[in-house]
Structure formats: C-alpha cells, structure tokens
C-alpha cells in the first residue's frame, strides 16, 4: 500500500513537472515566434527601403522632368500599390484566417520579390506601374505579421509585440535606405536588384523556420461577404471605440503621407540632397524609430497606459510636421526627426487598443482592416501631398512654400488627437488591451502550431 501511495504521487510530481516543462516551452515557442517575424519583416522593409532614394531621379529621368515635377507621377505608383492593396488586403486577411498565417506570408513575400525584378528591368515609367500593381497584390506581410503577433500576444504582452513590428520597420530603414544610397552609385536600379534579392531569401528563410501561429481549432471558414474591401471597413464599426479609434487611424496615415510619400522629393528640391544624403536620413528615421519602439515604448505604455500614450505621441507627431514645414536648413530635418518619431509610441498604444476589442479568431479580418483603411490613404494621401508639393513649388503658385504638406498633416495630427479622446473618454476594452503585469500562467496558455 505505502508502495503504491510512493508511485502514485511520483506520478502526481511527474505530471506536474511534465506541465511545467510544456509551460515553459509554450512561452519560450511564443518569444521565439516573435523573433521570426522581426527578422522576417526586418528583411522586408530593408527591401522597400533600399529603392526610396533611388526613386525620385528614377522616375525623373523616364519621364524627362524636374524632381519637384516627378513628385506628382511617384504619388501615382503609390496609388497604384494602394488602391490594388485596398482591394487584396481584405481577402488577404482572411485567407489567414481560415488558411494560417505562415503560407500566405510566404506567398506575399515571394511576390515582393518578382515585383522588385520588374522594376529594376522596368524601361518606362509604366513598367514601374505595372510592378506597383504587382506588388499591391501580394502585399500583405504586415497584416499577417501583425495578425500574427495578436495570435500569440496576451493583454500584457500585446502592445509590446506589436512594437516589435514598429521595431523591425525602424531597423529595416536603418540599414534599407543608406544601403540603398550606396548601391545608387552603381546606378538607380542597383538597389531594386538588391531588394528582390532580400525578399527572395526572406521567404527562403521563412519556409524554414517560421511555425504557424493560428492553431485549426482557432481557424474559421472563409466569407467572400467579409472578405469585400468595402464590407471589411464595417468591420471596424462593431463598437463605437473601434469605429472611432479607426477614424484616428485613418487620419494619422493620411498625414503621414506626408512624409512617407514626400519626404525624398522634397529634401532632393528644397536642400539639393544627394540619394546618398536621403538614404543617410531615412536612416537615421529608422534608427529613431527603433529605439521609440522597441526601448520606449516598453518604458512608457506601461507607465503611462495607452490612452495618454496615444495623445502624447500624436501630439509630438504633430509638433515634428510643424518643424518640417518651415526648416530652413537640411540639418534642421535631422534635428526635427527627433520629435517626430518620438510620435511613435502612439501607434502599438492605438493597436494594442483596438485589437483589445476583437477575439483571437477575428484578429486577422481585424488588420486586414487595418491595412484597407492604410491602403486608402495612400490612395487618397501622395496625390494630395505630393501634388500639393509640386503645386506650391511652381511658377503657378501665390507663394513658394515647399512645406505646405508639413502643414497639412500637422493639422491632420492635431485632429486625429480631438478624435481619439472622443473615442476614448467613454469606451474600455472587451478582451483586456489596457496593460498590466506580465501573468507567465496566461501566456503559456498560447501555443505555436509548428
């Protein structure tokens, strides 16, 4: 009998062990998991960023025009990228939820890959259009990386996982664009080829290495009805917090268009800065935003919470567009990148909020979302940026100012932070997006599917 009651709690102790060691596994599986998507979108915006400084004299010399003048024709290959993403990302989004994340991340890798060989073989200007289209199609990295992170998140994990995307972003244009300065003294289409050569080895790497996140019991048959670029915005309207919170969104990206569109035309016509000296600054963008994301934001979401990280970052965001539009010198674009990106702790604060809102298996239709009310203001934002640029750089305007689309999105800015606080004062989270103390118990309750 002692005999038997020895083995029996030998069993006990055995099973518990065994629970504890899978405990541990389950979490070190998770921080595993988001080493891959770092590295995975890290080499994915290294291939985008190599081609920015490139792109201005690209275009320029297919079409034969001024650099000022060539701002209006770049808006349209992102219109191009955009409103071709609008209509996929959707779809996208919801393959990855009946289907997983890893294969249709792999497949969109792939396609940026062919895309960056059209372009770099691209003789006309709609050659390049043509290539943007391509890319539109396959363009879903960030939403499936990013439903990705919200299927092995928890509450307390989530908005610094969803910095690690911001993080990868920020390396990527550390190494992306000056590696591409570099390259164009061997021509402009050297990085394009270099490009295509990363995205080509990302997925490579990922075919290897990178575990499925969204285990089949978590998957949900695929609706053509939710899968409509229209329709997913409805998506957004479940809550009044996610509906309002989304028109925050939708005005951030609008005025960052801003920047992301403009900012190589612009400093190559106002300062005469060389693709080296581009590539150098969007670096240093990179670097800024690393730090924001990856360093501060841990610091700060947890002291501050994310609704007063939301309206600090905007705010700073806002005060850095200012600074931009009336800088004199191009030091003074180094100089004011600093309040700027310190803007970024908005970003995984807004996230980890809306996506406090959504169950586990709608996170994927949720990004897709996302990136449908992104992909609308890169439909909507170059043409109105850049052109405005182009026009108030004229012989046609009242008065020269370069800076006007600073302006603009600052007042953008200002009024995303109105509407997030509206949104905000009265609404709380459905599935725990405020922030906390790490629980172990809880995280390792999420596995990764290998």
């Given amino acids: ?52 400084p490139v792109m201005p004299k690209l275009v320029s010399q297919l079409k034969g025009i001024p650099i000022n003048e060539a701002s209006s024709y770049g808006a349209w290959l992102l219109f191009a990228y955009a409103i071709t993403q609008f209509v996929c990302a959707p779809l996208i989004g919801n393959l990855s939820d009946k289907y997983g ?18 372009m770099a073989m691209a003789p006309t200007y709609g050659w390049l259009f043509a290539g943007r289209i391509i890319a539109g199609f396959t363009g879903a990295s960030f939403t499936t990386g990013a439903a990705y992170i919200a299927d092995i998140s928890t509450a307390e994990t989530r908005a610094k996982n969803f910095g690690m995307i911001g993080a990868a972003f920020g390396l990527g244009f550390i190494i992306g664009p000056a590696l591409g300065g570099l390259l164009a003294g061997w021509g402009v289409r050297a990085p394009f080829y270099a490009a295509a050569a990363l995205c080509l080895l990302n997925a490579l790497y990922g075919y290897f290495v990178l575990p499925e996140s969204l285990g089949k019991e978590h998957r949900r048959s695929f609706e053509w009805k939710r899968a409509n670029p229209f329709g997913s915005l409805q998506f957004l309207r479940k809550t009044p917090a996610i509906g309002g919170l989304a028109v925050c969104y939708f005005l951030i990206y609008l005025a960052a268009m801003a920047v992301q569109g403009n900012w190589n035309y612009f400093t190559i016509y106002r300062f005469d800065w060389t693709e080296k000296l581009v590539g150098i600054s969007l670096a240093v ?13 841990r610091v700060v979401n947890p002291k501050l919470g994310n609704e007063k990280s939301i309206y600090l970052g905007l705010f700073l965001y806002a005060l850095g567009l200012v600074l931009f539009a009336f800088a004199t010198e191009g030091w003074m674009m180094f100089l004011f990148l600093i309040p700027y990106c310190l803007g970024g702790i908005a970003g995984p604060a807004l996230q980890s909020t809306m996506a406090g809102h959504v169950p586990r298996n ?38 020269h100012f370069p800076g006007v689309s600073f302006l603009l999105a600052a007042i953008l ?10 949104s905000l004062r009265k609404e709380k989270p459905a599935f725990g997006a405020t922030g906390g103390n790490n629980n172990e118990e809880q995280e390792a309750r999420t596995t990764i599917i290998h």
């Avoid at 996302?370 to 026009?391: D, E, H, Q, R």
């Fill in 1 to 52: 009998m002692l005999n038997g009651l020895f083995l029996c709690c030998k069993f006990l102790a055995g099973n518990e062990n065994l629970t504890i060691l899978q405990s541990i596994r389950m979490v070190n599986s998770r921080k595993a998991a988001v080493g891959f998507i770092f590295i995975t979108l890290l080499i994915d915006v290294m291939g985008w960023g190599l081609i920015i």
């Fill in 101 to 118: 994340r890893r294969p249709v991340l792999l497949s969109s890798l792939t396609g940026f890959g062919i895309d960056y060989i059209f």
């Fill in 413 to 422: 800015m200002l009024a995303s932070l109105w509407v997030a606080w509206l």
């Fill in 285 to 297: 963008v990179g670097l800024l935003v690393g730090v924001v994301q990856a360093g501060l934001t």
């Fill in 362 to 399: 709608e996170q994927g239709e949720l990004q897709g979302s996302l990136t449908s009310l992104m992909s609308l203001t890169t439909i909507i934002g170059p043409l109105v940026m850049n052109n405005l640029f182009y026009y108030f750089t004229s012989s046609k305007a009242p008065v």
